[in-house]
């Protein structure tokens, strides 16, 4: 039996992960990006200082790009106070997580940790590795020139006498190099037709210098850009009128490819309906995997209300998780139902609008007897205040004490004033969600959250999901940020 400490701990390090999946530091619909730092900043320092070594195990989870960063910038900060076994095992983690991320991110790492003087031996060696398993440094200097000179010259890795070298560090304007790529970059500076061989974001600078016309270089540059890119850029392209530009929706992520759904005007959406609920319904499916048809009878409730339309910064994050959450569930389940917090129906035509009537529409899920209840809210019941922690408790003690039907909140917005995600009620367990993507894994992260199961368990599924990472890490991480 757990004791009243490991309960504690127990506690502590689901409210962090919580917060490690949602909280970016950036604004949210109720709260500032100043109120966000500061409450997160306490939750690493609290985390570090009491429990180090589950600390780390959460870099295993799956918390956002931003935390990991900070795990494992504080991690190396205060490699003198880790015993061998800790800096042998948080060595092996750090690797293996920084291989997940974009390079971008970890080229940020590197500054940061550049920024505040960790030059440590195990730093060194983690930056030496990782950017020793990179797929084409030479792609990496052209795309990345600024933060990988700033990255060797921190792990002392300065290529000198090497032709990677002088594009860095001495000669960029020698008259040739061999490496295909390098020449390219130099030939772009004169050559306009040399720009299209080069990664889009590069290309895009020397088509400014050239004075490319907008049109003619997104037409061109078309079949270099990462699937993200050509998202990013499919509207801009429409107005310029360069329609070779098209995103290839059906391999797009599924929260990604929600978001950018409901960026279209509502017309759009109707006139493109076959298009996009395909594209949804294919990208649900890819997640659901094996999983596919296999939970049963499933019911959710979905928060379309005002607040789900987020933060200049995160703009219409929670709705899009909903949407995402809603076409996933679909997948997941044999007999589903999904019920929006608005009333309406037709999902592809969501907006954030109007109050937030959890309970009623909780109400509504429970009558259609579901094995599992999945509710995608930011917890802010408000029509009327607390009707949805009633009626759970009341379900939970009264109707269904045998828990019949499981129920789940998943929460896509941090509350920095609480240092968590906002629950619902004590007896219904919350987990943080970023990316609807991790819903499998977050339901399953949620059994701990319910109290019945104690730091023990915790431990062990922290340490499977640390052997997982370690075991199939990929080489190198991702060449771009193109998944």
């Known amino acids: 039996m757990d004791s009243y400490a490991d309960l504690v701990a127990a506690d502590d390090v689901l409210l962090f992960v919580n917060a490690a999946i949602t909280a970016t530091g950036q604004r949210e619909f109720h709260g500032s990006a100043g109120a ?157 037709a040399a720009l299209y061989d080069l990664p889009y974001t590069v290309a895009e600078q020397f088509a400014a210098r050239h004075g490319v016309p907008r049109a003619v270089f997104l037409e061109r540059i078309a079949p270099r850009m990462t699937r993200l890119e050509t998202l990013r850029t499919q509207e801009s392209a429409r107005r310029h009128g360069a329609d070779a530009v098209r995103a290839d929706l059906a391999r797009m992520p599924l929260t990604r490819l929600a978001s950018y759904v409901l960026s279209l005007p509502v017309e759009e959406r109707l006139h493109r309906r076959g298009e996009l609920t395909g594209a949804l319904e294919s990208a649900a499916a890819r997640v659901a995997g094996p999983l596919r048809g296999s939970w049963g009878k499933v019911t959710a409730v979905l928060d379309d209300s005002f607040s789900a339309r987020g933060s200049g910064e995160k703009r219409r994050r929670p709705l899009a998780v909903a949407l995402a959450a809603h076409h996933l569930l679909a997948a997941l389940a044999d007999d589903y139902t999904g019920l929006w917090t608005s009333g309406r129906g037709d999902a592809l035509l969501a907006f954030p609008h109007g109050p937030t009537p959890l309970g009623r529409r909780i109400l509504d899920a429970l009558e259609t007897a579901p094995s599992r209840l ?16 009633e009626v759970l408790r009341v379900w939970r003690t009264r109707l269904d004490p045998k828990r019949r039907t499981a129920v789940v909140h998943l929460n896509p917005v941090y509350d920095a004033d609480g240092y968590d995600v906002r629950r619902l009620a004590p007896s219904v367990p919350t987990a943080g969600v970023r990316d609807a993507e991790d819903l499998p894994a977050l339901v399953e992260l949620a059994q701990f959250a319910e109290g019945r199961t104690g730091l023990a368990e915790l431990t062990a599924y922290l340490d499977a999901r640390a052997a997982r990472l370690t075991a199939g890490r990929p080489a190198g991480g991702r060449r771009d940020d193109s998944t």
Request: glycine fraction near 6%; hydrophobic fraction near 40%; aromatic fraction near 8%.
């Open 36 to 192: 966000q730092t500061l409450s997160l900043e306490f939750l690493h320092d609290y985390m570090l200082g009491n429990y180090r070594d589950l600390y780390a195990g959460v870099l295993a989870l799956d918390i956002n790009d931003h935390n990991v960063a900070i795990i494992v910038r504080r991690l190396l900060e205060t490699a003198g106070e880790a015993t061998a076994r800790q800096r042998r095992d948080e060595g092996r983690l750090i690797a293996a997580r920084l291989a997940t991320l974009p390079p971008q991110r970890v080229y940020g790492l590197f500054d940061a940790l550049r920024r505040a003087r960790v030059n440590n031996r195990r730093t060194r060696a983690i930056m030496r590795d990782w950017l020793a398993a990179r797929p084409d440094l030479a792609f990496d200097a052209v795309k990345y020139r600024g933060a990988l000179k700033r990255a060797l010259r921190h792990a002392h890795l300065l290529p000198s006498g090497t032709e990677l070298g002088d594009f860095l560090f001495g000669r960029p304007s020698r008259p040739h190099f061999t490496t295909p790529l390098l020449e390219t970059w130099r030939r772009a500076h004169h050559e306009k």
């Open 374 to 389: 999945v509710i995608v809210s930011d917890g802010w019941d408000n029509a009327p205040p607390g009707l949805a922690a």
